[in-house]
């Protein structure tokens, strides 16, 4: 089946910005995230619009969005 990728941030640059992939029938995030060699710790998960656990079971033309964590900011002094 295929679902169709769309990256952001650092990955979007090392790869391309929107694909579409070929997985098996009845895979994960998880399955996904393992074949792109992508960490599901350092990545917010959409599918759909919806965020889901790397445990979500793929569909056929589903959308899946993956979005870096975020680290630090600003804090303003005193």
């Given at each position: 089946m295929k679902v169709k990728v769309r990256l952001y941030g650092e990955l979007a640059l090392?790869?391309?910005?929107?694909?579409?992939?070929?997985i098996q029938e009845?895979?994960?995030?998880?399955d996904?995230?393992?074949k792109l060699r992508i960490s599901a710790e350092e990545h917010?998960?959409?599918?759909n619009e919806q965020?889901?656990?790397?445990?979500y079971k793929l569909?056929?033309?589903?959308?899946v969005k993956l979005l870096p964590?975020?680290?630090g900011g600003y804090s303003p002094g005193p």
């Amino acid at each position: 089946m295929k679902v169709k990728v769309r990256l952001y941030g650092e990955l979007a640059l090392k790869f391309s910005p929107e694909f579409e992939i070929e997985i098996q029938e009845g895979s994960t995030v998880e399955d996904l995230l393992r074949k792109l060699r992508i960490s599901a710790e350092e990545h917010h998960v959409l599918v759909n619009e919806q965020k889901v656990e790397k445990s979500y079971k793929l569909k056929e033309n589903d959308h899946v969005k993956l979005l870096p964590v975020v680290y630090g900011g600003y804090s303003p002094g005193p």
